[in-house]
């Protein structure tokens, strides 16, 4: 498994104590807050594969974080962080002297993180998925009610790119009206190593490409339209051989008679990110997204009012405005709002538990629904 795919922590009784590697000392944790935290806050990451560097960075960079300590079974990322302590067994981290820690590990293991962290009264950000089903989301809040001063968030980073934040914003507005449907589409190719990824091993990732990567998409549906409550679906293993599913097919529909499309695929050779809001008075359609490889093409928002024949000279072909964003501050928009609400000590509103067990209900739902062929 290579650094680029794995993230990673382990599970180990016997392990050598917490090693504190020479640099700049962190501030001492303060675990009963009764007023905002003027100080940097003490972080520590457990799982130091991609997403856990990615995290590292941001928190480097950010004037109200410190990064402390770090764990991953590879012990050579210790040479790579030579200020600050490093670990093997995570729960050295969260026994540690910090006031959060980042979660950026298999499936399958980040609910026992979560937990622990919370219990032994650290703050929790945790990458998506927050497990591999509804039980372990479940257990999760059990966790979390039972530490009602710690603060937890999911990182559901698409709803911070700044194409979506705009659409959002155009759609709580009210200026087109109400939506009534979204169309969405989120795939990628796969790659050579496609089949031996962890990503498609049920036991440690619990699901295929809609747990992975179509969880961003569910999530966008939610921020922009609210809760669906009924699922049509149909997965598939059509291409790959693999256990888990490469394409699934979903229709959502809430309440409000509002109508979402999903496909999430693993077999979209050409990568895609779209996003299609229908409206009552206009559309809005979000196409590319800006990733570390920049395959999902350049990241636009499409937008018009509808125009009939009486008042356009092209039927069909309303006026449009497209807007391009060359900037993903995506992650380090999610975790500075990690930080204010623990400084400040404000609800966690958006990424909440809430949201990941909503999310991760609706693919429970499209799971049980959908696996016919």
Request: net charge negative.
């Amino acid at each position: 498994m290579n650094n680029e795919n794995r993230q990673s922590a382990n599970i180990i009784d016997q392990a050598p104590p917490l090693k504190r590697n020479a640099g700049t000392e962190c501030p001492r944790a303060a675990h009963n807050q009764s007023s905002v935290i003027e100080r940097p806050l003490r972080v520590g990451i457990v799982g130091m594969g991609k997403m856990g560097r990615i995290r590292a960075d941001v928190v480097n960079a950010h004037s109200d974080l410190r990064l402390c300590a770090i764990c991953d079974i590879d012990t050579n990322i210790e040479k790579e962080y030579p200020s600050v302590e490093f670990s093997i067994d995570y729960n050295e981290i969260l026994t540690g002297d910090l006031d959060a820690v980042i979660v950026c590990v298999f499936n399958s293991i980040a609910p026992e993180i979560i937990i622990k962290a919370l219990d032994n009264g650290k703050h929790v950000f945790c990458e998506k998925p927050p497990g591999c089903c509804v039980a372990d989301m479940e257990r999760i809040i059990e966790a979390e009610r039972r530490n009602k001063t710690r603060k937890l968030k999911f990182g559901f980073n698409h709803r911070c790119h700044y194409a979506v934040l705009e659409a959002k914003s155009m759609v709580d507005s009210g200026h087109f009206g109400k939506i009534l449907w979204m169309r969405g589409t989120y795939g990628k190719c796969g790659g050579i190593q496609f089949e031996n990824s962890w990503r498609n091993n049920s036991e440690i990732a619990g699901g295929g490409i809609l747990l992975d990567q179509g969880i961003h998409m569910l999530d966008l549906f939610r921020f922009m339209a609210g809760d669906f409550t009924e699922v049509q679906s149909l997965v598939t293993t059509s291409s790959w051989n693999i256990p888990v599913e490469d394409n699934a097919f979903a229709i959502l529909n809430n309440s409000q008679g509002q109508v979402a499309l999903l496909h999430s695929s693993a077999t979209q050779w050409k990568h895609r990110f779209s996003l299609e809001i229908c409206l009552e008075e206009g559309y809005i359609n979000l196409n590319g997204i800006l990733s570390s490889t920049r395959s999902y093409g350049d990241e636009s928002l499409t937008f018009a009012r509808k125009q009939f024949e009486d008042e356009t000279f092209a039927f069909g072909r309303p006026r449009e405005e497209t807007i391009f964003f060359d900037r993903d501050d995506s992650w380090s928009l999610e975790i500075a709002d990690f930080a204010r609400v623990i400084k400040e000590q404000q609800p966690v509103t958006s990424g909440n538990s809430h949201d990941a067990l909503r999310v991760m209900q609706l693919i429970e739902d499209i799971y049980s629904n959908g696996r016919k062929i």
